[in-house]
């Protein structure tokens, strides 16, 4: 998985309480990116990360922060998780050039279930 | 918002058969990557046409792309048992972008 790892891979939590999931890179790429996959939606972008401290929203950002204070780490927080926040959460990571998105490498995915 | 559709939604052929995926966008593109998915694991890239590319080859797989009807297809060829898996068109908007827009993804079962 092009030197991706999530963490925790799997987490059962309760409605209400804060969640971090972690995804680390050894590939020194700029950006990195968090999406959720539920049926029926495909992937779809949360936030995403174009340099250390740089972040920017995705399409589906409500309810999530994120902070990249190293290169190889990105973290997303769900401030107050709700049960619609269970979901499977993919970090991928892209080395961009000329201005447009390249090739993007998966990590293995967070499945995430909020009771 | 999705950008790229997949079409058929489901596919289920027999192995050695041929199998043809389609995608369709909405907003013009840098370049359309493919992607895999196999149960239970994260995606992974297949190949990226650039929007001035028309074809585009790697070992088995066929990534056609017309910027006029906005619509690419994916082809597989002598298509094998592990070929079963999600697959899933993505674009990169023009002028420029730092994000892909996935489609919501297509099955491909191969049947031994």
């Known amino acids: 998985d092009a030197g991706i790892t999530q963490s925790p891979r799997h987490k059962v939590t309760e409605t209400g309480t804060p969640v971090t999931l972690r995804c680390h890179q050894t590939?020194?790429?700029?950006?990195m990116y968090w999406y959720r996959q539920d049926p029926g939606h495909g992937l779809r972008l949360i936030h995403y990360?174009?340099?250390?401290?740089?972040?920017d929203k995705g399409e589906v950002s409500d309810g999530y922060s994120v902070s990249r204070s190293k290169t190889e780490d990105f973290l997303l927080t769900l401030e107050s998780a709700t049960s619609s926040q269970t979901s499977v959460y993919f970090c991928?990571?892209?080395?961009?050039?000329?201005?447009?998105?390249?090739?993007?490498?998966f990590g293995p995915g967070t499945r995430l279930l909020v009771l | 918002s999705q950008q790229g559709e997949e079409d058929p939604q489901a596919l289920s052929i027999q192995e050695g058969e041929n199998a043809t995926m389609n995608c369709s966008y909405k907003t013009s593109i840098n370049n359309l990557q493919w992607y895999r998915q196999n149960s239970g694991r994260g995606l992974v890239h297949l190949i990226l046409i650039r929007s001035n590319e028309r074809e585009k080859h790697s070992g088995r797989l066929r990534v056609t792309l017309d910027t006029s009807k906005k619509s690419s297809s994916l082809l597989i060829t002598a298509s094998r048992a592990a070929d079963t898996a999600s697959y899933f068109c993505?674009?990169?908007?023009?002028?420029?972008?730092?994000?892909?827009?996935f489609g919501k993804g297509m099955k491909l079962t191969v049947n031994p």
């Open positions: 990360s174009y340099g250390v401290k740089d972040t």
């Open positions: 590939e020194n790429h700029r950006y």
């Open positions: 993505a674009t990169a908007s023009f002028p420029g972008s730092e994000k892909l827009v």
């Open positions: 991928a990571i892209s080395e961009s050039g000329r201005g447009q998105v390249e090739t993007q490498y």
